[in-house]
């Protein structure tokens, strides 16, 4: 089983800065692939971007690509969002996410980190 837990988030003026980072339990961290959601008020949870397991390839969504880059340092079980030029449509909570590659393939959620983003 593996908990996941967000931090990072906050309050930013548009055309800041934010750097999210989730912690993962466990010693299998390295065999998952890892990926942030956000969603926001009245929408449905929408993908962000994803990393495989060991780091290589990374995919982000056209709106955020140049903006927002995700990584891993899988020696310290975390995964990071590193988000700039935040703008008032980022505003959401941010869901970190992991799947097994490994056995049954489980999908695990954290609890979520709010980041608002003011005009």
């Not at 449905?44 to 990393?51: D, L």
């Not at 310290?76 to 909570?93: G, I, R």
Request: contains cysteine; charged residues 15%; positive net charge.
């Amino acid at each position: 089983q593996v908990q996941l837990v967000e931090s990072g988030g906050g309050l930013v003026q548009a055309g800041g800065s934010l750097r999210l980072s989730c912690a993962a339990s466990g010693r299998t961290f390295s065999t998952y692939a890892m990926a942030w959601f956000r969603q926001a008020p009245g929408k449905e949870r929408e993908f962000v971007a994803s990393i495989t397991w060991n780091g290589i390839i990374t995919y982000h969504a056209d709106s955020v690509k140049g903006r927002f880059t995700i990584s891993r340092d899988n020696a310290k079980n975390t995964v990071y969002l590193q988000m700039n030029s935040l703008k008032p449509e980022d505003t959401a909570v941010y869901y970190c996410n992991a799947r097994s590659t490994t056995g049954a393939g489980n999908v695990y959620w954290g609890q979520g980190t709010q980041v608002t983003v003011s005009s």
